[in-house]
């Protein structure tokens, strides 16, 4: 079974005509026919998804997803985990090597591999046959993840544009020229001081200058004194009686 894409809600057939879709954009792959068919009618009854797409086997749903490809970019793959050839969680592990992956979620009739799944990352898990409220509920998670992913694409193109965007100059306030510090002129030279007096030189010079003593009497005796002197008095003559 070859991969086709499920025509819109509005019924425009051929996909290259399709319109961007204002609804989610859902992938269905599945090997088997009754069950593909059931999962597409139940999308095109839900007034949230835009365009359904299917493929009955991994290889289509690679087609789909080729950036050549006319159809649009799906926003979630619903995948069969079980399949000939890739499995679902093989191809899971494609899509999320994507620049922007979609939401997937995985169809299965037993719960055995469910732990599996949530850890490559899907976002539901679904048991066969599918009811209705059930895949209400997964495609409620596909739109909350649709959400984040536009978010953050709004984030990133306002980042690029800001980048982008140059940022004028800014001009410089004009510094004031700083005038030069006038040149102090040297301090004047102190005159060295004069050189002091030898004292010792003018000290001998003045005692040779002296006149000399008169000769006076020899000293007296040791242990006497002259007669009429008294210690510590001017000596004076004392006339004998």
């Given at each position: 079974?070859?991969?086709?894409?499920?025509?819109?809600?509005?019924?425009?057939?051929?996909p290259?005509?399709?319109?961007?879709?204002?609804?989610?954009?859902?992938?269905?792959?599945?090997?088997?026919?009754?069950?593909?068919?059931?999962?597409?009618?139940?999308?095109?009854?839900?007034?949230?998804v835009?365009?359904?797409?299917?493929?009955a086997d991994?290889?289509?749903?690679?087609?789909?997803?080729?950036?050549?490809?006319?159809?649009?970019?799906?926003?979630?793959?619903?995948?069969?985990?079980?399949?000939?050839?890739?499995e679902?969680?093989?191809?899971?592990?494609?899509?999320a090597?994507?620049?922007?992956?979609?939401?997937?979620?995985?169809?299965?009739?037993?719960?055995?591999?469910?732990?599996e799944?949530?850890?490559?990352?899907?976002?539901?898990?679904?048991?066969?046959?599918?009811?209705?409220?059930r895949?209400?509920e997964?495609v409620?998670?596909?739109?909350?993840?649709?959400?984040?992913?536009?978010?953050?694409?709004r984030?990133?193109?306002?980042?690029?544009?800001?980048?982008?965007?140059?940022?004028?100059?800014?001009?410089?306030?004009?510094?004031?020229?700083?005038?030069?510090?006038?040149?102090?002129?040297?301090?004047?030279?102190?005159a060295?001081?004069?050189?002091?007096?030898?004292?010792?030189?003018?000290?001998?010079?003045?005692?040779?200058?002296?006149?000399?003593?008169?000769?006076?009497?020899?000293?007296?005796?040791?242990?006497?004194?002259?007669?009429?002197?008294?210690?510590g008095?001017?000596?004076?003559?004392?006339?004998?009686?």
């Amino acid at each position: 079974m070859t991969s086709s894409a499920a025509e819109s809600p509005a019924g425009i057939g051929g996909p290259a005509d399709t319109p961007p879709a204002t609804g989610l954009v859902v992938l269905a792959v599945d090997d088997e026919a009754p069950a593909l068919d059931e999962i597409s009618f139940l999308l095109r009854g839900d007034p949230r998804v835009g365009t359904v797409l299917t493929a009955a086997d991994a290889a289509g749903a690679l087609k789909i997803l080729q950036p050549n490809s006319p159809n649009p970019v799906p926003d979630a793959v619903l995948l069969d985990i079980a399949m000939p050839g890739w499995e679902g969680v093989d191809l899971a592990r494609v899509l999320a090597a994507l620049p922007r992956p979609p939401a997937v979620a995985f169809l299965s009739a037993h719960d055995d591999r469910a732990v599996e799944a949530y850890e490559i990352g899907a976002l539901d898990y679904l048991l066969k046959p599918v009811r209705a409220a059930r895949l209400a509920e997964a495609v409620t998670r596909f739109c909350a993840a649709r959400d984040v992913a536009a978010e953050q694409d709004r984030r990133h193109f306002l980042a690029i544009t800001a980048s982008s965007i140059p940022v004028a100059a800014v001009p410089a306030s004009p510094v004031p020229p700083v005038a030069a510090p006038a040149q102090q002129s040297p301090p004047p030279a102190l005159a060295p001081p004069a050189a002091a007096p030898q004292r010792d030189e003018e000290a001998l010079i003045a005692l040779t200058s002296l006149p000399a003593p008169a000769s006076s009497p020899g000293p007296p005796s040791a242990g006497r004194r002259p007669r009429g002197t008294t210690p510590g008095c001017t000596s004076r003559a004392v006339a004998a009686t």
